[in-house]
């Protein structure tokens, strides 16, 4: 089993280039089976969850082919046929549920095993399945699979009890053939949206509105294939930024959307970290005293839950109180046990933790519990005094592309180990 070593203490310098976003990469990857011809996707960030998904549509007939030199992804779903995909390989990742929709919109129905929960919550998919039963498809969960069926899909109104991405996402690649015009209301406003609808639309489809809260789809005849390079990864780039907050250090973030990264920006600006925009670069100056904040996570353009065990990982070095309140996932504090076994001061009270920020933090062994966990406690260490081992690194590696080789190459003391 391999783990993350980190010698604390080091400052960070130089630069590093963001990847692009895997929660763009995902949903457009399972896009590609609407066209039913050749799509080609540029800039792809080699991740584990993308292996999974690539697998998943190989276990239908498509043919993936991944040039890990290139990061570019070449699927071909000509041949794509309504069978059972591979359930082990669903069960493994919460976004495999996204192949839902375009295989309603190509076949007129699907049966998929639910997607497992996760550590962070129990991620159900009713808002999915409400969509598609708005849209005229049959849905019936039993014996652990999802199985919707519909003659023809007929475009309609919907509105979203919660701006859900992955509803938002599904609903649109399901609606993107309906007949007619279908309306999704409360929508997930995710930068990620708006990328799979501007892929959508490069393969004919008619989508207006994605990014806001109300998306219009008129349903065309069917689409084709096409290319696409997704945006860049926000959360990443806000966890660099953290990297240089809580390292006291200066660093250039290089590949970055500034429009994307608000909301983050905003907040470590409010706690005293020096920010400046260049262009698609970002300067982040964290050697100063910092204060304490207090922060919610909340659907976009709010705070992003996806930062939050960061932020909460930061604010732990921060004197004073802050409190960090998660309002999108029920059970995302898991990090905050690990934080403390590094000497963190964190009460969770709810929803919220409270955090008495401490002058130092120690190495100690800590688990990864979920992707953004596991890059938190990667963060503590880099400040932490002594040495740090973070084991089940395989949740960070789902979502960043070598993040020790980055962190490494801006001069921290981080090694990766394999046993
Ligand atoms: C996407 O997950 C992201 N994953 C998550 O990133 C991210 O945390 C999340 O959006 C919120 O921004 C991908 O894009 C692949 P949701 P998703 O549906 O689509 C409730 C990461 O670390 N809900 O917006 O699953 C749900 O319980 C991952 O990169 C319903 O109630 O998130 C949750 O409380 C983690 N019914 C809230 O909505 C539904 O049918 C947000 O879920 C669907 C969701």
Redesign the pocket.
Known sequence: MSKIVIKGGSNLHGEVNISAA??SV??IIAASILSGDKCIIDNVPMLE?VFVISNILKSISADVTIDKKLNKIIIDTSNISYCDPCSELVKKM??SF?IMGPMISRFGGFKLCLPGG?N???????????GFAALGAKVNVEHGFVEAKAKKLIGNKIYL???????T?NIMMAAVTAEGETIIENA?E?P?IKDLADFLNSMGANITGAGSRAIHIKGVKNLKGSSHSPICDR?ESGTFMVAAAITKSKIRINGINEEYLKPIIAKLTEAGVYIRCEGNSLIVDGNRELNPIDIKTM??PGF???MQSQVTGLLSTVKGTSIVTET???NRFMHVMEMKRMGANIKIDGRSAVIEGVDKLTGAEVKAT???AGAALILCGLAAEGKTEVIDIYHIDR?YVDIEKKLKLLGADIERVNE
């Open positions: 895997k929660n995902l949903p969850d919460r976004a996204l996760c962070i919550g129990t991620r159900p998919i009713d808002l999915h399945l409400k009890d919660f701006p859900s991405v992955g509803a996402e997930a995710e990620e959360i659907p976009y992003p839950t996806d999108i996932f029920e979920d992707l953004r979502g």
